[in-house]
């Protein structure tokens, strides 16, 4: 399974070779806005509002995923309809845990470890649905190298903003290697190799022991 994040590695070419591929695509958050269509088969929403925004619901619809994971802090009012379901997409609900606690889930009806990265709540679930192999896209946020020229990490490869966290992302470098060491020695216990597709040098998925093999 491949998970895409927010981040500029997830180029529109690069998206474009996953549309082709044979591997299941799950795309967190807001990515649906620039995939090309058909590319993302599941996505996982971890911000609020995503589902009531008529421009994300739309986007996602146009990707015909199979089904949409969402935590439950991401609905509004749970009176009110959400857009995306009444256009025929099933979106079920997870539980996530603590943000500040490192504890992954031992089953499929454990909690999901919260964490501060949509990314890292996706490669849990990839996990408990069987996954034999992770690959991340996109998940560049907090890379210091980036920081350091004053680029953005947490945008599109055009340079839009996602939104609505700030354009460096949500999490700090040490927190994000912290979670993304403990999701890959929890996921390889279990057998499940963790690799890591993006070019950025220093991105704390790398700091993390991923192993490294960039797409370009």
């Keep these: 399974m491949v998970i895409v994040g927010n981040s500029p590695s997830a180029t529109a070419e690069r998206l474009e ?3 082709h ?4 695509v799950i795309g967190a958050n807001r990515i649906c806005r620039i995939a090309p269509e058909g590319t993302i088969d599941v996505v996982v929403v971890a911000d609020i509002g995503i589902l009531e925004s008529a ?3 739309a986007a996602i619809v146009k990707q015909k995923p199979v089904a949409v ?11 009110a309809p959400h857009p995306i379901q009444t256009r025929g997409v099933y979106v079920a609900e997870f539980e996530i845990a603590g943000e500040h606690d490192i504890e992954l889930p031992r089953s499929k009806t454990d ?4 964490t501060g990265s949509c990314p890292a709540m996706a490669v849990q679930m990839a996990v408990l649905l069987g996954a034999a192999e992770v690959a991340l896209l996109g998940v560049d946020h ?3 190298e980036l920081r350091a020229i004053g680029a953005p990490t947490h945008c599109y490869a055009t340079g839009d903003d996602v939104g609505p966290r700030r354009p460096t992302g949500g999490s700090d470098t040490l927190r994000a290697i ?3 060491r ?3 020695i929890w996921a390889e216990s279990r057998g499940v190799r963790c690799v890591n597709l993006s070019p950025v040098r220093d991105a704390p998925i790398h700091k993390a022991g991923w192993e490294r093999c960039p797409v370009d």
């Design 17 to 19: 070779v996953l549309r």
């Design 111 to 114: 909690p999901i470890m919260r």
């Design 142 to 144: 907090t890379a210091p």
């Design 21 to 24: 591929s044979y591997h299941v």
């Design 178 to 180: 912290q979670v993304y």
């Design 69 to 79: 994971f969402a935590h439950s802090n991401v609905f509004g009012d749970p009176a």
């Design 182 to 184: 403990a999701i890959r």
């Design 55 to 57: 421009t994300d619901s």
